[in-house]
């Protein structure tokens, strides 16, 4: 947002972003492409990632689709008719995180055409490490589609990819099942512009590029997909994500310690907490608000948390996670408090 009001706005050029068509899908993929680092013939450019992976149902899914549970609902909300969601269930006593034998054993069992893994996982935040992507990967070379969705895979750091972000976009272009999923939304802030892309065989944005998506983005989502892209813009980014991941390990670790609260390890911008003090999700999310103004997320819709008191809660700047952390411990304290005041 400080690039577009210093670039864009402040020197009146707000007018050339706007006036003209925006570059078509392959003009704004030939952008991304050097920093993506795939051929830019395997980026489809997306109206926002749920775009892509609409169009990903709706064309590269024939049968079963495998999704973990608790997941991102577009991802069974969005199969069309003739497509099955399948369950995955991950438990909470396992943190939410994958078993990669257990679930390719359940894979094979299930026989679905196409399987999902957010990585790192909406709502959970649990990251399964680059080897054990690859090694899914290669272990379901069979199936129609493998749908990997990286969209906060800038929050999470991996050993084995040393300080750079740690995606499987590459391994596109040896599996041509593979498809990545890319949201622009939350590691940019910039979810109401609507950007995100998919990085898949060739053969595959040909397909879509067919039956349409020529202009799908616009004038102010292409300057950003173009900032994204831009070198100077990710020399300026890496320290910020660096500082963010640095406060936000801070805030899960300060979040951990406070009494009546279950945290599972996060490698995205936000934690998942189960309420173990018998408050329910709704009165901590009640009181957060009205007594502190912070806004958190219950969890009651989302599929596979039915059994408990669930909420996920965003991280932000480190003086934004000190007013969160003593609102939480108010809430909590009060709890308590009332509880043994009977
Ligand atoms: C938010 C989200 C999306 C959608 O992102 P948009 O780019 O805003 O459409 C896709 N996948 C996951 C896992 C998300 O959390």
Redesign the pocket.
């Known amino acids: 947002m400080d690039h577009l009001v210093r670039e864009v706005i402040t020197p009146g050029k707000l007018r050339d972003w706007l006036e003209y068509y925006p570059s078509q899908n392959r003009a704004i993929a030939q952008q991304l492409a050097p920093a993506i680092q795939v051929p830019a013939e395997q980026i489809f450019i997306g109206n ?3 775009e892509v ?1 609409q169009a990903i149902l709706h064309q590269f899914v024939h049968g079963r689709i495998a999704v973990n549970l608790p997941t ?1 609902s577009s991802y069974y909300e969005f199969a069309t008719p003739g497509v099955e969601p399948v369950f995955y269930q991950l438990e909470a006593a396992q943190d939410f995180s994958l078993n990669v034998d257990d679930y390719l054993a359940w894979v094979e069992r299930q026989q679905p055409a196409a399987v999902v893994l ?1 990585n790192p996982n ?1 709502p959970s935040g649990t990251y399964l490490s680059i080897a054990d992507v690859t090694r899914l990967i290669q272990s379901l070379r069979h199936l129609e589609s493998i749908i990997i ?1 990286e ?1 906060f895979i800038h929050f999470a750091a991996d050993p084995d990819a040393d300080e750079s972000i740690p995606s499987v976009a590459k391994l596109v272009a040896d599996h041509p099942n593979l498809v990545v ?1 890319k ?4 590691d940019f802030g910039i ?1 109401g512009i609507r950007a ?1 892309y998919g990085v898949m065989a060739a053969e595959r944005v040909s397909r879509l590029l067919q039956h349409g998506y020529l202009w799908n983005s616009s004038g102010l989502a292409e300057y950003f997909f173009r900032l994204y892209a831009r070198p100077d813009f990710q020399a300026a980014y890496a320290p910020v994500r660096q500082r963010y991941r640095q406060d936000f390990a801070a805030f899960q670790t300060v979040l951990a310690r406070i009494p009546g609260l279950q945290v599972f390890p996060s490698q995205a911008n936000f934690v998942l907490l189960k309420l173990t003090s018998g408050l329910s999700a709704d009165e901590f999310f009640t009181q957060l608000l009205t007594d502190h103004g912070i806004y958190v997320r219950t969890c009651r819709d989302k599929r596979g948390l039915e059994n408990g008191e669930y909420v996920r809660v965003a991280g932000r700047t480190a003086e934004e996670n000190t007013a969160i952390l003593s609102a939480v411990q108010a809430v909590l304290g009060n709890h308590s408090g009332r509880g043994l005041a009977g």
């Open positions: 926002g990632a749920i992976i991102f957010i909406n969705d969209s999923v949201s622009l939304s939350k979810a995100g």
